[in-house]
Nanobody, 123 residues
Framework: QVQLRESGGGLVQAGGSLRLSCAVS????????MGWFRQAPGKEREFVAR????????SYADSVKGRFTISRDNAKNTVYLQMNSLKPEDTAVYYC????????????????WGQGTQVTVSS
């Protein structure tokens, strides 16, 4: 079955950095657009970043623009989220998702989801 496995979460102080990874198996990774989402306690899951199948197109939520960078390595079937200048409000469970097209990388139209990795930013 399709697997999306996130890693790299943890506890970091405000201003610090983390790099999340999402390893994908059982799908032709290079044909899927990928995205990162997050969900804080008591809040709905929200979009963070997305990337097209070849990495040519990326987009970000306004709250992370300029601090987070999404990238992918199709040879390794992995998508990354580099998170810099972290803030306490970035604390959430971060999920990766796969979709048939970059415009479909949304909370409701993504095809596959990972189990999530916890990111906690202390002040």
């Amino acid at each position: 079955q399709v697997q999306l496995r996130e890693s790299g979460g943890g506890l970091v102080q405000a201003g610090g950095s983390l790099r999340l990874s999402c390893a994908v198996s059982k799908i032709t990774f290079s044909t899927y657009a990928m995205g990162w989402f997050r969900q804080a306690p008591g809040k709905e899951r929200e979009f963070v970043a997305r990337i097209s199948w070849n990495g040519a197109l990326t987009s970000y939520a306004d709250s992370v623009k300029g601090r987070f960078t999404i990238s992918r390595d199709n040879a390794k079937n992995t998508v990354y989220l580099q998170m810099n200048s972290l803030k306490p409000e970035d604390t959430a469970v971060y999920y990766c998702a796969a979709a048939n097209a970059v415009a479909l990388v949304t909370t409701t139209r993504s095809n596959y989801w990972g189990q999530g990795t916890q990111v906690t930013v202390s002040s």
